[in-house]
Structure formats: structure tokens, C-alpha cells
């Protein structure tokens, strides 16, 4: 669904920025990224992004914080003005068709299955989906929990 | 062997999760059991359909409730032996696809017990004797849908989704639920059997009641305009699920409801035109949806709303055969369709974004032949499946002569006219035009495995053939294979007005050209540089940028991509204020007036009453004296008073 763009979870994984350069790099990418939605051919967006680049290059002397402030509002309300409604997101990055898929259980809560003869094995899943740890026979079943 | 066309797919659905079978037996034994009911199915389709021997099978009694009989009884008679070829087909063609597609999923036994519970279900509501039966098949299919859907369960999108899908389903439930309850009001019974004899001998309001219940259930169960979110939102789940929900199976749960009841839409005048509109009206949407749509499967989600829309359209005009024959065709090349798509998702990492395709031509030659097979059905292409039976419903719809068919006409004729326009779109954007991929991923990107490229090829054939070798049986005039199951009423036959008349139809002979014109323009203009300006006229000050005029077209679009795929008017304007008003209504009446007359306002009266008679109990023996002689007074006094 691409709908559903799961922003408060972008914010956790994204530090918010420092300084005043790592906030205009941000925004910067954001620029280029949302450039690259609307014109999705290379030959196309090529341009857009040197054109983002010059207006980018063009403020890059302004020393005046409040100036800068002011320029770094106006560029908010582009991005957001200019919004894509689906914009493109990697398989695998947070909203992508792959995120959240089959998430591994974590070491702390992995379930363990008592089969058989007292052999202990972790989850019935592939390594590369489950934390598999195996625990010695002798272990009481009341202590294997939530280790 | 009847019973076991429902049974088997059951069978294998238990056996897929069995720990005896495993990870790796569970769905080779599933995915047997579902092609051994395929070839039942067959059988059953030459025996019941071809050599016009219906089969009723009563399993036993169910309840009674006064004149209420109900009964495990189902039915296999030319409708449900059509409908069978499709389901059958589809669902084992799916789960030999993902035998290799789900390989590496560690949940892939679950999977494939989903997969054959959904067979089952929609068995059972294809093979149902009575509404009842049917409406058991009916809310499997939808929680069936509903498990498979959200089958990545951990994902947020998807748990969403899978509740938006089975919330939509509830409000057709709803309808049909009511449908049921009015049916057993009006006609006494359940069995088709009984309801179609009594049908010219019902009030027709009531019929069209009946019906509009009825089409409210079709209506969120096939897609159609209103309820048809849930189909696009459904793409969350494994692409085998979209191919079997949303092309042969589920979909066309709602137009097989229509059929299935065509000897009462029959004498309903009003519900047929209400049908054809919807259908017409949905045919658009569903088409003008795909044309802006960048996710690949959802494009191919939305052109199937719009198909559906065309067979409720043949329903509309009382041509339940060309919805029936339209429905098998587009199961097949829509679930070519999804496999594919599935194929170009799986090569390229996951990646479904149109936007970021292109150039795979060169590198999946076979995935590109039989999807270019599947759309040109879908857009109707001479002597393609689906040129058989669209063409013939484009045809035929102009035969009444009427202004519903007229509208019913305009809007199925744009509709395909877009659907020629997406799907080349598609194609263009997915194979055609410049790699726009990731360049990591360019090393990875292969063709389907063999498992994988033998369902391809299946649908394949199915896609070009099947139009021409069964249309005769399908539509050919006077032949006896529908043995009035499909009942057309003698003042809406159209068919021979159709085949006969010359003139019918004359802008139809235009179509597949201009369809294929539509394709070559479109073409350059993906390469075409884009004038307009957006970034290139970037202001760097606010006021510039509100008052820049040539943004504004972004706007619309984004409109109307968000209106089409995400429906914010349905959001902002029904569903926020149905519930601003059954907050009212909760707090002012049950909470309000309900509470204040009931169990509330009781518990309030008797407490104050209590109170006050406490209050007479003083401890002095002359004031119990008082009022006992006070009563004693003033009891006769009333009496005489009143009397």
C-alpha cells in the first residue's frame, strides 16, 4: 500500500540532523529523490537535478543564519508542495514491498520447542529467518525461557 | 467424484500444514491434490455440461426452522461445471507457480494450505444448491482472502490492507445477508430450485429489493464502483495470491452470484439497469485507474475491476452467457497476467515500481512473449481470446436500443479503449523503454524458473486458444448447453439481432486499430523531454512559489491518483461522517435516551423512590399509625375517583 508511507517509523530510523550542512544535505537528497518520482527517466531527471543543484550552489554562501533559516523553510514547503503521491521506495527500505517481511525473531524472545527425547531445538524456521540457539539437554525447561 | 471435486482441495489444504508431510511435502501433495480435482472438474465439465447431465447431490439435512427446510445439497449443472474450468485451472496452475515462487519463504506450508482452503471455499459456493450453502463458500472465500492477504503477517502495510480487503467484504456480506433474510421472507425457501420457479409470481418491488441486495454483495465481492478499494489494496499480498483472488477465484464470486440468479434478475427491469450502470460506470474507473498507476501489480488490479465491470455490464443488458464465457477468458489471461508480473518481480528484486523498470526485453524475451499475449486478450486483439467475448458484448450492448444500454455503451467503449491504452502502457514502461533499475541488481535479473515458465505457457495457450474453440459453445445461437440455467427472457434476446444485423456495431470494426494506434503512439512518448515546468522553474521564495501557476497540474494529478488509488473522498466524506453520526447516535440515543428509559433510567427511578420511602421510616410508632390510617383513607378515595 503505498498509502500507508509508515512515516513514524522513518523518523526513529533517521537521526535528526546536527548541523546546519547535514540539514541541507538532507534536504538536498529529498530534492533529487522527489525529482526523481515525478521524472523517472534518467535523461529526463539528469536535468532537473542540476538544475536542483545550481539553486542549491546558489544560497551555498549565505552566511546569515536567519537567512539560511528562511531558505531552509522555503525548501521545506517545496518538497512538500511538490509531494509525489507514491513515491518510489526500495524493496527493502522501510514502506518497500519487502520491509517487515518475515522479520527474524529477536535472540531475547526466540521460542524453543521441547521434540522428541529431550532434544532442544529453537524454531522449526530457517537459520536465515530465526535466531536459532541451542541450548544443552540438561537445561530444565523452566529456565530455558526468555534467555 | 463430485464430492471429491470439493473434498480434495480440502484434503490438501490439512496436508500442506501436517508436520508428517514437512516444509518440503506438505505443498507437492497440496499442489497433487488440487490438479487431481482439476481433471475431476474436467470430467465433470464434459459430463454435466457437454453431455447436459446436471448432477444433485444431497449431503444430508442441515436445519429446520417451520417451513424452512434447509439442506448440504449441492449442484452441478452447465453454470457450475463452467465455473469450474476456471477455479480448477487457475488454482493448480498457482500452486505449481509457487512451488518455485514461495521457495525460499519459511512459511510456505501455510501457504499452501491457504491456497487449496480457498479452492475449497469457492467450490463450495460455485457447487451450492441453496443460498445458504453458498453463503457458507461465500464468507470462506472472504476469510480465506482475508489469511492470504495479510499472509506476511508481520508486515504494518499488510496488516492493513488484509482488514481493509475483509471490512469491504463485510459491507457486502451485509448485503447479502439481508438478501438472504428477505429471500426466506419472500420466497419461504432457500433452494434455487424453489426461488426460480416462484420468480414471474413475486410483487416486483420486492424482486428488485431482492435484487439491490444482492448487487450490493456482488458489488464488494467483485470490485465494482464503491466497494472497489479493497481489490488494489489487496496487492500486498504474494503475487500467486493476486493472481488466484483476483482473477479467477474470488473476483468472480459476485458476477457468479448475478448469474446464478439470472431467472429473478430476469423480471427485475430496474435491477438490470442499476447492473448495467454499475458495471459500466465500474469498466471506467477501473480503466482510467490503471492509466496512472505506477505500481505494476495494482495496474493489473485495476484493469481487473474494469473486466469485471464488463461482465456486470453483459448481466445488465440480461446476456448472462457472454458474462459467463467473458469471466473464463479473463481468468485466464488476467492470471497470465499476475504470473508474469509475478516473474518480472521476482527477477528484479522485489522491485514493483514501473517507474524504476524498462529495457527487460533483452533480458526476460519469454516473460515479455507471454505477457504481450496476455494483454493483447485483454485489449480485445483479433482472434485472441478475449476478442471473443469483449467484441461480442461491445456488439451486443448496443442491440436494446435503449438509454441505459446507449450510456452502458459509451462507457464500455472508453473503457477499452483505456484498457488498450494501460496495458501498453505497461508493457512499454516494464520492457520496453530504457533501464531505469538499480544497477546492483542488473547482474541478478534471470529468467523464471521451469516450474514457473510451465504455468506461464499453460495460460499462455489458454490466453490465445480457448476464445476460438469454445465460442460456439459459449454463445453459439440455439445450442442447448446452458439448459436454462443461464435463463434469458425472450424480450431481451439480443443474440440473434447481433449476429444478424450489419450495422450494429459499426464503430467496433475501428477498435482494434485503434488500439493498436493508441500502442505506437504511445510509445515515444516516455522518451519524449517534458516542457512543463517544475523544478526547472524552481523559485526560491515562498510567494513565487504559491503563485506559480504551471505547478498546478501536479496538483490535479496528484488528485486524481489519490482519488482513484487511495479514495480520499470515500475516507473524508462517507467514512468519517458515517462515523462522526454513529457517534451521535451512540451517545444521544443507546448511551441517551435508550439508557434514560431503560436499564439506566429503572435503576435511577427505584433509587430515588427508595429513598423517599426511607425517608417514612422515622422510629415513631404515631407516624406509621398516620400513615397507615392515611392510606387507608386515601386508597378508597382514588378508588371511588376512578370508578
Same mark, same amino acid.
Given at each position: 500500500?503505498?498509502?500507508?508511507?509508515?512515516?513514524?517509523?522513518?523518523?526513529?530510523?533517521?537521526?535528526?540532523?546536527?548541523?546546519?550542512?547535514?540539514?541541507?544535505?538532507?534536504?538536498?537528497?529529498?530534492?533529487?529523490?522527489?525529482?526523481?518520482?515525478?521524472?523517472?527517466?534518467?535523461?529526463?531527471?539528469?536535468?532537473?537535478?542540476?538544475?536542483?543543484?545550481?539553486?542549491?550552489?546558489? #544560497?551555498?554562501?549565505?552566511?546569515?543564519?536567519?537567512?539560511?533559516?528562511?531558505?531552509?523553510?522555503?525548501?521545506?514547503?517545496?518538497?512538500?508542495?511538490?509531494?509525489?503521491?507514491?513515491?518510489f521506495?526500495?524493496?527493502?527500505?522501510?514502506?518497500?514491498?519487502?520491509?517487515?517481511? #518475515?522479520i527474524?525473531?529477536?535472540?531475547?524472545?526466540?521460542?524453543?520447542?521441547?521434540?522428541?527425547?529431550?532434544?532442544?531445538?529453537?524454531?522449526?524456521?530457517?537459520?536465515?529467518?530465526?535466531?536459532?540457539?541451542?541450548?544443552?539437554?540438561?537445561?530444565?525447561?523452566?529456565?530455558?525461557?526468555?534467555? | 467424484?463430485?464430492?471429491?471435486?470439493?473434498?480434495?482441495?480440502?484434503?490438501?489444504?490439512?496436508?500442506?500444514?501436517n508436520?508428517?508431510?514437512?516444509?518440503?511435502?506438505?505443498?507437492?501433495?497440496?499442489? $497433487?491434490?488440487?490438479?487431481i480435482?482439476?481433471?475431476?472438474?474436467?470430467?465433470?465439465?464434459?459430463?454435466?455440461? =457437454?453431455?447436459?447431465?446436471?448432477?444433485?447431490?444431497?449431503?444430508?439435512?442441515?436445519?429446520?426452522?417451520g417451513?424452512?427446510?434447509?439442506?448440504?445439497?449441492?449442484?452441478?449443472?452447465?453454470?457450475?461445471?463452467?465455473?469450474?474450468?476456471?477455479?480448477?485451472?487457475?488454482?493448480?496452475?498457482?500452486?505449481?507457480?509457487?512451488?518455485?515462487y514461495?521457495?525460499?519463504?519459511?512459511?510456505?506450508?501455510?501457504?499452501?494450505?491457504?491456497?487449496?482452503?480457498?479452492?475449497?471455499?469457492?467450490?463450495?459456493?460455485?457447487?451450492?444448491e441453496?443460498?445458504?450453502?453458498?453463503?457458507?463458500?461465500?464468507?470462506? +472465500?472472504?476469510?480465506?482472502?482475508?489469511l492470504? +492477504?495479510?499472509?506476511?503477517?508481520?508486515?504494518?502495510?499488510?496488516?492493513?490492507?488484509?482488514?481493509?480487503?475483509?471490512?469491504?467484504?463485510?459491507?457486502?456480506?451485509?448485503?447479502?445477508?439481508?438478501g438472504?433474510?428477505?429471500?426466506?421472507?419472500?420466497?419461504?425457501?432457500?433452494?434455487?430450485?424453489?426461488?426460480?420457479?416462484m420468480?414471474? @409470481?413475486?410483487?416486483?418491488?420486492?424482486?428488485?429489493?431482492?435484487?439491490?441486495?444482492?448487487?450490493?454483495?456482488?458489488?464488494?465481492?467483485?470490485?465494482?464502483?464503491?466497494?472497489?478499494?479493497?481489490?488494489?489494496?489487496?496487492?500486498?499480498?504474494?503475487?500467486?495470491?493476486?493472481?488466484?483472488?483476483?482473477?479467477?477465484?474470488?473476483?468472480?464470486a459476485?458476477?457468479?452470484?448475478?448469474?446464478?440468479?439470472?431467472?429473478?434478475?430476469?423480471?427485475?427491469s !430496474?435491477?438490470?439497469?442499476?447492473?448495467?450502470?454499475?458495471?459500466?460506470?465500474?469498466?471506467?474507473?477501473?480503466?482510467?485507474?490503471?492509466? =496512472?498507476?505506477?505500481?505494476?501489480?495494482?495496474?493489473?488490479?485495476?484493469?481487473?475491476?474494469?473486466?469485471?465491470? @464488463?461482465?456486470?455490464v453483459?448481466?445488465?443488458?440480461?446476456?448472462?452467457?457472454?458474462?459467463l464465457?467473458?469471466?473464463?477468458?479473463?481468468?485466464?489471461?488476467?492470471?497470465?497476467?499476475?504470473?508474469?508480473?509475478?516473474?518480472?518481480?521476482?527477477?528484479?528484486?522485489?522491485?514493483?515500481?514501473?517507474?524504476?523498470?524498462?529495457?527487460?526485453?533483452?533480458?526476460? *524475451?519469454?516473460?515479455?512473449?507471454?505477457?504481450?499475449?496476455?494483454?493483447?486478450?485483454l485489449?480485445?486483439?483479433?482472434?485472441? !481470446?478475449?476478442?471473443?467475448?469483449?467484441d461480442?458484448?461491445?456488439? =451486443?450492448?448496443?442491440?436494446?436500443?435503449?438509454?441505459?444500454?446507449?450510456?452502458?455503451?459509451?462507457?464500455?467503449?472508453?473503457?477499452? +479503449?483505456?484498457?488498450?491504452?494501460?496495458?501498453?502502457?505497461?508493457?512499454?514502461?516494464?520492457?520496453?523503454?530504457?533501464?531505469?533499475? *538499480?544497477?546492483? $541488481?542488473?547482474?541478478?535479473?534471470?529468467?523464471?524458473?521451469?516450474?514457473?515458465?510451465?504455468?506461464?505457457?499453460?495460460?499462455?495457450?489458454?490466453?490465445?486458444?480457448?476464445?476460438?474453440?469454445?465460442?460456439?459453445?459459449?454463445?453459439?445461437?440455439?445450442?442447448?448447453?446452458?439448459?436454462?440455467?443461464?435463463?434469458?427472457?425472450?424480450?431481451?434476446?439480443?443474440?440473434?439481432?447481433?449476429?444478424?444485423?450489419?450495422?450494429?456495431?459499426?464503430?467496433?470494426?475501428?477498435?482494434?486499430?485503434?488500439?493498436?494506434?493508441?500502442?505506437?503512439?504511445?510509445?515515444?512518448?516516455?522518451?519524449?523531454?517534458?516542457?512543463?515546468?517544475?523544478?526547472?522553474?524552481?523559485?526560491?521564495?515562498?510567494?513565487?512559489?504559491?503563485k506559480?501557476?504551471?505547478?498546478?497540474? @501536479?496538483?490535479?494529478?496528484?488528485?486524481?491518483?489519490?482519488?482513484?488509488?487511495?479514495?480520499?473522498?470515500?475516507?473524508?466524506?462517507?467514512?468519517?461522517?458515517?462515523?462522526?453520526?454513529?457517534?451521535?447516535?451512540?451517545r444521544?440515543?443507546?448511551?441517551?435516551?435508550?439508557?434514560?428509559?431503560?436499564?439506566?433510567?429503572?435503576?435511577?427511578?427505584?433509587?430515588?423512590?427508595?429513598?423517599?420511602?426511607?425517608?417514612?421510616? !422515622?422510629?415513631? +410508632?404515631?407516624? @406509621?399509625?398516620?400513615?397507615?390510617?392515611?392510606?387507608?383513607?386515601?386508597?378508597?378515595?382514588?378508588?371511588?375517583?376512578?370508578?
Open positions: 500500500m503505498s498509502g500507508l508511507n509508515i512515516p513514524l517509523q522513518i523518523v526513529h530510523l533517521q537521526a535528526v540532523p546536527k548541523t546546519h550542512t547535514q540539514k541541507v544535505q538532507r534536504l538536498y537528497r529529498q530534492a533529487l529523490r522527489l525529482s526523481a518520482d515525478w521524472y523517472w527517466e534518467r535523461a529526463q531527471w539528469r536535468e532537473k537535478a542540476l538544475i536542483i543543484r545550481e539553486h542549491f550552489e546558489a #544560497n551555498r554562501h549565505v552566511q546569515n543564519p536567519k537567512e539560511q533559516e528562511a531558505l531552509l523553510e522555503v525548501t521545506e514547503m517545496l518538497l512538500a508542495k511538490y509531494h509525489h503521491p507514491q513515491p521506495k526500495y524493496a527493502s527500505a522501510p514502506g518497500g514491498t519487502k520491509w517487515e517481511r #518475515n527474524p525473531f529477536p535472540e531475547e524472545v526466540s521460542v524453543v520447542f521441547v521434540i522428541g527425547w529431550g532434544r532442544l531445538l529453537t524454531s522449526h524456521l530457517p537459520s536465515h529467518s530465526c535466531s536459532t540457539t541451542l541450548f544443552p539437554t540438561t537445561t530444565p525447561l523452566n529456565e530455558l525461557s526468555l534467555t | 467424484m463430485y464430492l471429491s471435486i470439493v473434498i480434495l482441495p480440502l484434503l490438501g489444504g490439512l496436508l500442506a500444514v508436520r508428517k508431510c514437512g516444509v518440503v511435502w506438505g505443498p507437492i501433495l497440496s499442489t $497433487i491434490c488440487i490438479f480435482t482439476a481433471i475431476l472438474g474436467t470430467i465433470a465439465f464434459f459430463e454435466a455440461g =457437454l453431455s447436459e447431465a446436471p448432477v444433485y447431490i444431497n449431503l444430508g439435512h442441515w436445519f429446520q426452522s417451513y424452512l427446510n434447509v439442506e448440504w445439497s449441492l449442484v452441478f449443472d452447465s453454470l457450475t461445471v463452467s465455473m469450474l474450468l476456471p477455479v480448477l485451472y487457475v488454482s493448480a496452475l498457482v500452486q505449481l507457480y509457487s512451488l518455485s514461495m521457495d525460499v519463504d519459511p512459511h510456505k506450508s501455510r501457504f499452501f494450505s491457504y491456497l487449496s482452503l480457498f479452492s475449497f471455499a469457492m467450490l463450495l459456493l460455485v457447487a451450492g441453496n443460498l445458504l450453502v453458498l453463503f457458507v463458500g461465500w464468507e470462506g +472465500v472472504g476469510l480465506v482472502s482475508y492470504l +492477504v495479510n499472509f506476511w503477517f508481520t508486515r504494518l502495510a499488510a496488516n492493513f490492507a488484509a482488514l481493509k480487503a475483509f471490512l469491504i467484504n463485510r459491507v457486502g456480506d451485509t448485503g447479502l445477508a439481508l438472504l433474510l428477505l429471500g426466506i421472507a419472500i420466497f419461504g425457501d432457500l433452494s434455487f430450485a424453489t426461488i426460480f420457479s420468480a414471474s @409470481y413475486i410483487n416486483g418491488d420486492l424482486l428488485t429489493i431482492f435484487i439491490i441486495f444482492l448487487v450490493i454483495g456482488a458489488t464488494a465481492k467483485s470490485g465494482q464502483m464503491g466497494l472497489s478499494t479493497w481489490l488494489t489494496a489487496a496487492m500486498e499480498g504474494p503475487t500467486p495470491v493476486s493472481a488466484l483472488l483476483h482473477a479467477a477465484t474470488m473476483v468472480t459476485g458476477v457468479y452470484l448475478l448469474m446464478r440468479h439470472s431467472p429473478l434478475i430476469e423480471y427485475s !430496474t435491477g438490470l439497469m442499476i447492473i448495467a450502470l454499475l458495471g459500466g460506470f465500474s469498466a471506467l474507473l477501473g480503466a482510467a485507474g490503471g492509466l =496512472l498507476e505506477n505500481d505494476m501489480k495494482r495496474v493489473i488490479a485495476f484493469s481487473t475491476t474494469s473486466q469485471l465491470g @464488463y461482465m456486470v453483459c448481466i445488465g443488458i440480461s446476456q448472462h452467457n457472454i458474462a464465457f467473458h469471466l473464463i477468458n479473463h481468468a485466464f489471461f488476467k492470471a497470465l497476467l499476475f504470473l508474469s508480473a509475478g516473474s518480472v518481480i521476482h527477477a528484479i528484486g522485489d522491485i514493483q515500481d514501473l517507474r524504476k523498470m524498462g529495457g527487460l526485453i533483452l533480458l526476460l *524475451p519469454r516473460t515479455y512473449a507471454v505477457m504481450l499475449l496476455a494483454s493483447l486478450s485489449m480485445a486483439f483479433p482472434f485472441m !481470446t478475449g476478442f471473443y467475448s469483449k461480442f458484448l461491445l456488439e =451486443l450492448i448496443l442491440v436494446p436500443r435503449n438509454s441505459t444500454s446507449a450510456m452502458a455503451y459509451i462507457l464500455a467503449l472508453v473503457a477499452a +479503449v483505456l484498457s488498450a491504452t494501460y496495458s501498453a502502457r505497461l508493457l512499454i514502461l516494464a520492457f520496453i523503454s530504457k533501464p531505469n533499475y *538499480p544497477r546492483i $541488481i542488473s547482474p541478478l535479473i534471470h529468467e523464471p524458473s521451469s516450474l514457473m515458465t510451465i504455468p506461464l505457457l499453460v495460460l499462455a495457450v489458454g490466453s490465445v486458444f480457448f476464445g476460438y474453440l469454445t465460442h460456439d459453445l459459449f454463445l453459439g445461437l440455439g445450442n442447448t448447453f446452458y439448459q436454462q440455467v443461464l435463463f434469458i427472457h425472450p424480450n431481451h434476446l439480443a443474440l440473434l439481432d447481433a449476429s444478424l444485423s450489419a450495422s450494429s456495431g459499426y464503430l467496433l470494426e475501428y477498435l482494434p486499430p485503434l488500439t493498436l494506434l493508441l500502442l505506437f503512439t504511445l510509445f515515444p512518448s516516455n522518451a519524449k523531454p517534458s516542457t512543463s515546468a517544475t523544478t526547472s522553474s524552481m523559485p526560491l521564495s515562498l510567494s513565487a512559489a504559491m506559480d501557476s504551471g505547478s498546478n497540474q @501536479y496538483f490535479y494529478l496528484a488528485m486524481y491518483t489519490g482519488i482513484l488509488s487511495h479514495f480520499n473522498i470515500l475516507n473524508h466524506f462517507i467514512i468519517q461522517r458515517t462515523l462522526k453520526l454513529s457517534v451521535i447516535i451512540y444521544s440515543i443507546d448511551k441517551g435516551l435508550l439508557e434514560k428509559c431503560g436499564p439506566l433510567g429503572l435503576k435511577q427511578l427505584f433509587t430515588s423512590l427508595s429513598f423517599i420511602v426511607e425517608q417514612f421510616s !422515622t422510629g415513631f +410508632v404515631l407516624h @406509621y399509625a398516620f400513615i397507615i390510617v392515611a392510606t387507608l383513607v386515601f386508597i378508597p378515595f382514588v378508588y371511588i375517583l376512578i370508578f
